[in-house]
C-alpha cells in the first residue's frame, strides 16, 4: 500500500531511486520488517505528512519520524518509552501519574506480572501491540478512561477506601481490580459521570467474566 502511494505521488522520482524491480523487492521487505506493529490508520496519516513534507520519498528513518510526530500530536509517547515507563511501575500502576492513560491500560493488558518478571525479548512484542491498538483507538477519536487518580487517601483513615478494599477481599479481587470497579464511587452520588463510570464498570465485569452486583453506595 504504502508504496503503491509513493508511485503515485512522486511519479518519476520514485522508480529513480531504485535501478531494478530486484531493488524495489528488498527495499519493501525492509519497509515491511521496519513498520510492522503499526496500524494502517497511522500509515495512512504519514504517508499524506510525507507528501506535505518531502519533494522526494523519505528515508525509511524519516518515515518512522513522521509516525512518532502523530504519536506526539495525541501526546502519546514512543513505544519504547511506554513500554520503560510501563515496566517502572508495574508494581503501583495505581500510584502512577502516567505520561498518558493508554501507556496503563497497556501495560494492565500485557499483565503486570509479565512486565515486571519477564525478558524484554519475550514481553515487548506484546506490549507493543497492545500499545500500538490503544494509541490507533485514541488518533482516532477514542478518550481513555484514566484510571483511579494518584493519591488514592489512606485506606487506614478513608471510610470509602476501606470500603472498597474489604469489597475486594470479600469477592476475592486484587486491589487493583476493586479500586478499578469501584472507582465510580467517588464521583457524587446520583450525577451523569458517576452514571457513567459505573456502566464502564459493568462492561469491565463482562469482559471479566464476573457475576458480581455493583454497590450503588457505601457504608
Request: charged fraction near 30%; include cysteine.
Given at each position: 500500500?504504502?508504496?503503491?502511494?509513493?508511485?503515485?505521488?512522486?511519479?518519476?522520482?520514485?522508480?529513480?531511486?531504485?535501478?531494478?524491480?530486484?531493488?524495489?523487492?528488498?527495499?519493501?521487505r525492509?519497509?515491511?520488517l521496519?513498520?510492522?506493529?503499526?496500524?494502517?490508520?497511522?500509515?495512512?496519516?504519514?504517508?499524506?505528512r510525507?507528501?506535505?513534507?518531502?519533494?522526494?520519498?523519505?528515508?525509511?528513518a524519516e518515515?518512522?519520524s513522521?509516525?512518532?510526530?502523530?504519536?506526539?500530536?495525541?501526546g502519546?509517547?514512543?513505544?519504547?518509552?511506554?513500554?520503560?515507563e510501563?515496566?517502572r511501575?508495574?508494581?503501583?500502576?495505581?500510584?502512577?501519574?502516567w505520561?498518558?492513560?493508554?501507556v496503563?491500560?497497556?501495560?494492565?493488558?500485557?499483565?503486570?506480572?509479565?512486565?515486571r518478571?519477564?525478558?524484554?525479548?519475550?514481553?515487548?512484542?506484546?506490549?507493543?501491540?497492545?500499545?500500538?491498538?490503544?494509541c490507533?483507538?485514541?488518533?482516532?477519536?477514542e478518550?481513555?478512561?484514566?484510571?483511579?487518580?494518584?493519591?488514592?487517601?489512606?485506606?487506614?483513615?478513608?471510610?470509602?477506601?476501606?470500603?472498597?478494599?474489604d469489597?475486594?477481599?470479600?469477592?476475592?479481587?486484587?486491589?487493583?481490580?476493586?479500586?478499578?470497579?469501584?472507582?465510580?464511587?467517588?464521583?457524587?452520588?446520583?450525577?451523569?459521570?458517576?452514571?457513567?463510570?459505573?456502566?464502564?464498570?459493568?462492561q469491565?465485569?463482562?469482559?471479566?467474566?464476573?457475576?458480581?452486583?455493583?454497590?450503588?453506595?457505601?457504608?
Amino acid at each position: 500500500m504504502i508504496f503503491a502511494r509513493f508511485m503515485t505521488i512522486y511519479g518519476h522520482k520514485f522508480k529513480s531511486a531504485f535501478q531494478s524491480e530486484e531493488e524495489i523487492r528488498i527495499a519493501k521487505r525492509e519497509w515491511a520488517l521496519s513498520l510492522r506493529g503499526f496500524s494502517e490508520q497511522e500509515l495512512v496519516t504519514a504517508v499524506n505528512r510525507a507528501k506535505e513534507e518531502f519533494v522526494w520519498m523519505p528515508t525509511v528513518a524519516e518515515f518512522l519520524s513522521l509516525l512518532r510526530k502523530d504519536l506526539q500530536a495525541y501526546g502519546l509517547p514512543g513505544a519504547l518509552n511506554a513500554y520503560q515507563e510501563a515496566c517502572r511501575y508495574a508494581d503501583h500502576p495505581l500510584q502512577h501519574d502516567w505520561s498518558h492513560p493508554a501507556v496503563y491500560f497497556a501495560g494492565r493488558e500485557t499483565e503486570w506480572f509479565r512486565l515486571r518478571t519477564e525478558e524484554k525479548y519475550r514481553v515487548f512484542p506484546d506490549f507493543e501491540l497492545n500499545y500500538r491498538r490503544l494509541c490507533e483507538r485514541v488518533i482516532a477519536g477514542e478518550e481513555l478512561d484514566v484510571p483511579l487518580p494518584k493519591g488514592l487517601p489512606d485506606r487506614s483513615s478513608n471510610t470509602l477506601a476501606c470500603f472498597i478494599n474489604d469489597w475486594g477481599k470479600e469477592h476475592e479481587l486484587s486491589d487493583e481490580q476493586a479500586a478499578t470497579l469501584l472507582y465510580y464511587l467517588f464521583k457524587p452520588k446520583g450525577s451523569p459521570v458517576r452514571a457513567h463510570f459505573k456502566q464502564i464498570s459493568e462492561q469491565r465485569l463482562k469482559e471479566w467474566g464476573l457475576t458480581l452486583s455493583l454497590p450503588e453506595d457505601y457504608r
